[in-house]
T-cell receptor, first 115, second 113 residues
Framework: DADVTQTPRNRITKTGKRIMLECSQT?????MYWYRQDPGLGLRLIYY???????NKGEISDGYSVSRQAQAKFSLSLESAIPNQTALYFC??????????????FGPGTRLTVL | GNSVTQMEGPVTLSEEAFLTINCTYT??????LFWYVQYPGEGLQLLLK?????DKGSNKGFEATYRKETTSFHLEKGSVQVSDSAVYFC????????????FGQGTILTVHP
């Protein structure tokens, strides 16, 4: 079984709809992250969480919100989807590091299309 | 925070050719450096990493050396295979960007038989 799972894997929706993307992990990691991937732009950080009570904005958080329901679950919501939120979305997890950052483990991604 | 710049792609090579993908970074402090690989339809997976200057990361025939003096972490492989076709991402993390990774834009590699 995959250590980091994302649902759904693909989603097509319409402008103005509310969308939730879900991420679950079995790695026991405290840290979880949401990224979006766009061609030519690499991955950009949307939100991150270092534990259940800690939520932080990334570089492109406008138009998104998150919920950390448990150590293993981290959901990303688009309150009112718009076409330029069409992208590939990745969830990732990592263990804490005294030195600053550890390897991140990625889910398979959710391809979201907003019409 | 950190920033990462990768060579512009895509890169197309014949099997057994030598591969270099350039990566430079800017950072305050001393980041850890990573190369991730994304195969078609999959998420990213760690290829190699280095945590301090002059460290060499290596895996599956790929190598990269953390060069503090040139702020670089170029990825190399002596003989590529068709199965190496993927998107490669350079990333920097830690330092003043505690707990976070900053990714380059990615380089698409296509290897032909």
């Amino acid at each position: 079984d995959a250590d980091v799972t994302q649902t759904p894997r693909n989603r097509i929706t319409k402008t103005g709809k509310r969308i939730m993307l879900e991420c679950s992990q079995t790695k026991g990691h405290d840290r979880m992250y949401w990224y979006r991937q766009d061609p030519g732009l690499g991955l950009r950080l949307i939100y991150y969480s270092f534990d259940v009570k800690d939520i932080n904005k990334g570089e492109i958080s406008d138009g998104y919100s998150v919920s950390r329901q448990a150590q293993a679950k981290f959901s990303l919501s688009l309150e009112s989807a718009i076409p330029n939120q069409t992208a590939l979305y990745f969830c990732a997890t990592s263990a804490p590091s005294s030195g600053g950052v550890n390897e991140q483990f990625f889910g398979p991604g959710t391809r979201l299309t907003v019409l | 925070g950190n920033s990462v710049t990768q060579m512009e792609g895509p890169v197309t090579l014949s099997e057994e050719a030598f591969l270099t993908i350039n990566c430079t970074y800017t950072a305050t402090g001393y980041p850890s450096l990573f190369w991730y690989v994304q195969y078609p339809g999959e998420g990213l997976q760690l290829l190699l990493k280095a945590t301090k200057a002059d460290d060499k990361g290596s895996n599956k025939g790929f190598e990269a050396t953390y060069r503090k003096e040139t702020t670089s972490f170029h990825l190399e492989k002596g003989s590529v295979q068709v199965s190496d076709s993927a998107v490669y991402f350079c990333a920097a993390g830690g330092g003043t960007s505690y707990g976070k990774l900053t990714f380059g834009q990615g380089t698409i590699l296509t290897v032909h038989p």
